[in-house]
């Protein structure tokens, strides 16, 4: 499944001009997104993952935001500095996005037909009836029965998971090679969520589309996900393959995120082990790794400088000081060596 | 649907119902009657008590004068030598609708358009320059900017006569008192509708698809921004209705407003009240036209129900 | 790791409890609604020097205006009839001498009194009954509404016309036409308000923990219904003053010889090619009381709506 990389993302850095200062939400984050598979975004609410997302397709208000640094190279071009024009041609076709709450994605005053079929006529010029009819098999596509009569109706007539079929219909209508999911799933009811994932993966194979999902919830990252970066405080934190993350993770954040959640696997007598404390406030980032006053291996160099990365393979990096020869050696809690 | 336009007329009767009897009761209590006047010849008389059972005890009285108000007879005018208050009325519409109506057009036009670019403008010199017309054209009512027009445009600067309504120039000045509000109204909701709209996922995800800034305004924002419009309707009604007592005063229109201004002066009940009714129709019809409208262009209410 | 140009020490890779203190360090101040929406409303200058301004009106109608002057509201003297704006009469005098200055204030005082009672009738009236019927809910509710409906199919414009009818044309029936009507919005918006509140978790929550009803309504939706209510204060008090004066133009409000700023720019409109200053002052004054409130409302509301919270 190695395929050739389709997006690279490179020391991606994004601030926000608030009224209580600049809030720095993305610091140097990096990832690279392979052909063909799922790369999932993991972390805390306010770790940056969104605006990484929205940021690729330059979808963040314009006003108060600014792109400090780093690039995204899309076929061969770096999308972070083209102009409107060119970002107007990719997004939608070559790069597609799904949001996360699909209450309010859709345009309550028009139809779902029209709402897809904007799409085709802009990108691929098609019109009137072959228009309509590549909408109704994309409803076909997603799932939604009676598409031909579905089409003409508006979505406050389609219930929740309906309506994220229906988004999902409008970000593949013309066949994009990259589609950003941003917590497609976090705002519908669990057996919904089940089938919305199983419907992403289904397409990703069957149209071989790159995928980035982002989420906090590592029971979606285990279902779908080949590779994954765990962000925290505005950093990738760690990134690997999903073998890699789940069963040899190299930073306490990861393993933290791992031992937080209940696995069919696990003993009863073990504990579910939270991680104490919130993550910083990022108007005023700390100048060494932001997981430090969290971090039960805590030492006084995390606090005072930002780790670099180590590789341990071809996908697996991990930023933390306790891979420094200097730093002592240090066992993951046992969790995870159970969950081999 | 039917059902929501159903209880909608059904209010609207209520309301009137109410109306009328009220205005009923108030001309009972107040003194002077047509039949006081000396001019009455016998005959006359005569019919004009049977018309309204005066000597038939009160509850008949009300069931007449309901009756009658149902047919679109208002009475008779105390004070205008006895004609029928309804045909006086629909003497002065005209005159006062046309000013009216083109007050609201001009306001709608303009103000829509300074609005709208203050919205795509936020935050920048236009959409300060347009808040703050706003904000005066809503603070400087008409019977101050009436009385300002007459002076500079129309004697300073000669531009436009300044009384009566000979010719479509007459109109212009009354209709431009009136419309600057209409202006700051329509510019100052549609801007916070569209800034509402702006900010919603939807106008994002339209982005997402690639759309052109163009397109996106005038596909997704400018509909959604402009349907909650037609709450605007009933308020700008009863707005030109009060405004026109003003303007037709300032500029001598003779319109309804001026010949219901003159009757209050003179203590013609009878054309105040049937007037007044007149006005609490048209506002209530507005209230009405209003509702329905609403509900036939937001395709929420229009298509209610989902098939599972 | 990639390298570092720092001198990495030994002692470095101790394990350390700063956590504790960097963990729960927020930038920026504790801040509460109140004070974010007050915050918010600061920066607006147009909405502070608005309420300045207010309170300086309110300054002058009331205690400064009359002060300053040693005329009353109604001294005729017809000799000094018609004279400009001087020294000894700062805004000039009218047909009959009387003294502009005093009638102005005179004026403004009336329409600030309607102002104020407009808004008292708000929160008395109008709040009481929205939360109520907002809060009960059911046949209570729906009767409630029927009733508002109604009141609200019919202008005010038409109540006030049909109050000086009956009554005399004065201040009373201002009073009364406005008590009759000038409320209902209120009532929608607090009752909408309730309606919204009152599913919410933490209204369930205080009454899981044994709340009474009042002590919910008083303690917990009310204050929440903040917001709206004093957004929808700063509006109903200009649309009162400019309904006063308006009624007062056409001859139904004050009348003569009191004065209503509305009256005095009848008055002076009818003579506005000869003496144009009868004109001036008594506009100023309410245009500038208009233009206040409006931009204090539209100030509260962008200070107060959370969807603005960034």
């Known amino acids: 499944m190695n395929g050739d990389s389709v997006l690279q993302v490179n020391d991606l850095q994004i601030s926000f001009s608030t009224y209580a200062g600049e809030v720095q939400a993305v610091r140097g984050v990096s990832f690279d997104l392979r052909r063909g598979e799922t790369l999932a975004i993991v972390g805390e609410s306010g770790s940056g993952k969104t605006v990484t997302a929205k940021s690729l397709l330059r979808l963040l208000p314009e006003a108060n935001t600014r792109i400090k640094g780093g690039e995204a190279i899309f076929e061969g071009e770096d999308i972070l500095k083209l102009s409107e024009q060119r970002m107007q041609k990719i997004r939608g076709e070559k790069i597609a996005m799904v949001f996360q709450d699909p209450m309010t994605s859709l345009d309550p005053t028009m139809k779902i037909g029209p709402q897809i079929t904007e799409s085709l006529k802009k990108h691929l010029g098609l019109s009137g009836q072959k228009a309509r009819e590549r909408a109704v098999e994309l409803l076909t596509l997603v799932g939604i029965p009676s598409p031909g009569d579905r089409v003409k109706q508006y979505p406050h007539q389609f219930s929740g998971g309906m309506r994220q079929r229906v988004v999902i219909a409008i970000a593949l209508a013309c066949d994009p090679q990259i589609l950003i999911a941003d917590e497609p799933t976090t705002a519908l009811d669990v057996t919904i969520q089940a089938q919305i994932l199983e419907l992403l993966r289904e397409l990703q194979q069957r149209l071989g589309m790159s995928v980035i999902l982002i989420t906090h919830d590592l029971g979606v990252v285990a279902h779908t996900a080949h590779t994954v970066a765990v962000m925290y405080a505005g950093k990738v934190v760690e990134t690997g393959t999903l073998r890699e993350i789940f069963y040899d993770p190299q930073m306490p954040y990861t393993w933290g995120l791992l031992s937080s959640i209940p696995l069919p696997t696990a003993d009863r007598s073990q504990e579910l082990i939270p991680i104490p404390g919130s993550p910083p406030d990022m108007a005023d980032p700390p100048k060494g790794c932001p997981f430090t006053p969290r971090c039960p291996y805590a030492m006084r160099i995390c606090a005072e400088e930002m780790p670099g990365y180590t590789t341990f393979s ?26 081999r | ?30 003194p002077g009657s047509p039949f006081a006047n000396p001019k009455l010849t016998p005959q006359i008389r005569q019919q004009l008590f049977e018309k309204y059972g005066l000597d038939e005890p009160v509850t008949v009285q009300y069931v007449k004068y309901m009756l009658n108000v149902a047919q679109g007879d208002l009475g008779n005018s105390f004070y205008f030598e006895n004609r029928p208050v309804t045909q006086m009325i629909l003497e002065g519409l005209p005159v006062s609708m046309f000013i009216g109506v083109q007050a609201v057009i001009f306001g709608l036009v303009v103000g829509l358009v300074l609005g709208i670019v203050a919205a795509l403008r936020h ?51 009354p209709s431009l008192a009136l419309a600057v509000f209409v202006i700051s109204t329509v510019a100052r909701f549609i801007r916070s509708e569209m800034l509402e709209v702006m900010g919603q996922d939807y106008t994002t995800l339209a982005r997402a698809k690639g759309l052109s800034g163009l397109a996106v305004i005038v ?13 605007v ?20 229109v003779p319109g ?20 007044t009714l007149f006005f609490s129709v048209l506002f209530i019809l507005a209230l009405l036209i209003q509702d329905i409208l609403y509900g036939i262009i937001d395709p929420r209410i229009r298509v209610s129900g989902a098939k599972e | 790791m990639e390298t570092r140009h720092r001198e990495l020490t030994p002692d470095l890779f101790e394990p350390t409890d700063v956590r504790a203190q960097e963990g729960e360090r927020i930038a920026g101040p504790p801040t509460s609604f109140w004070k974010d929406a007050w915050r918010r409303l600061k920066r607006n200058r147009g909405a502070l020097i608005s309420l300045g301004v207010i309170f300086l009106l309110f300054a002058m109608a009331f205690a400064i205006g009359p002060l300053l002057s040693p005329y009353s509201s109604y001294g005729q003297d017809l000799t000094r009839a018609y004279s400009g704006v001087s020294s000894e009469f700062w805004f000039g005098t009218d047909k009959f001498g009387r003294d502009m200055w005093t009638r102005v204030w005179s004026g403004a005082r009336v329409s600030l009194y ?3 009672l407009a808004a008292c009738l708000d929160i008395f009236v109008g709040v009481v009954y929205g939360a109520v019927s907002g809060f009960l809910g059911g046949t209570v509710d729906d009767v409630m509404q029927r009733v508002i409906e109604i009141l609200n199919g019919i202008p005010y414009l038409v109540i006030a016309i049909l109050a000086m009818i009956v009554f005399q044309p004065g201040i009373l029936t201002i009073s009364i036409a406005l008590g009759i009507t000038g409320w209902t919005f209120m009532a929608r918006i607090v009752r909408g308000r309730m309606l919204q509140l009152k599913e919410q978790d933490f209204a369930l929550a205080s009454r899981s923990l ?3 009803r009042f002590r919910l309504v008083w303690k917990h939706l009310l204050p929440n219904s903040l917001g709206p209510i004093i957004v929808n204060l700063m509006f109903t008090i200009p649309a009162a003053i400019f309904g006063e004066a308006f009624l007062s133009f056409i001859g139904l409000g004050i009348q003569v010889p009191d004065a209503s700023l509305g009256s005095l720019i009848s008055d002076a409109a009818r003579e506005m090619r000869f003496h144009p200053y009868l004109l001036w002052f008594p506009a100023a004054v309410f245009c500038l009381l208009m233009i206040c409130f409006n931009l204090l409302g539209d100030g509260l509301r962008d200070a107060l709506d959370p969807k603005m919270r960034k």
């Open chain 1, 314 to 339: 071809a996908e697996h990096k991990a930023a933390c000081w306790l891979h420094h020869p200097m730093a002592p050696n240090v066992e993951p809690p046992v969790r995870i060596g159970d969950a």
């Open chain 2, 1 to 30: 649907m039917i059902r929501y336009v159903a209880r909608r007329v059904a209010y609207m009767l209520i309301a009137l119902f109410v109306i009328a009897s009220i205005t009923f009761f108030i001309s009972k209590l107040l």
């Open chain 2, 123 to 173: 935050n920048t010199l236009w959409d300060t320059a347009a808040v703050v017309i706003a904000v005066l054209g809503v603070s400087v009512p008409s019977f101050i900017l009436g009385p300002i027009l007459q002076y500079w445009l129309g004697v300073k600067l000669g531009l436009f006569p300044i009384a009566f309504f000979e010719s479509w120039w007459h109109s212009v000045l």
């Open chain 2, 219 to 231: 596909r997704h924002v400018l509909r959604n921004s402009l349907i909650p419009l037609v709450t």
């Open chain 2, 233 to 252: 309707l009933a308020p700008l009604t009863i707005y030109i209705i009060t405004g026109s007592l003003v303007v037709e005063q300032i500029f001598a």
């Open chain 2, 256 to 275: 309804i407003g001026e010949q219901f201004v003159t009757s209050i002066f003179v203590s013609d009940y009878s054309m105040i009240l049937g007037t």
């Open chain 3, 114 to 116: 309607i102002g104020l």
């Open chain 3, 210 to 212: 044994g709340a009474s």
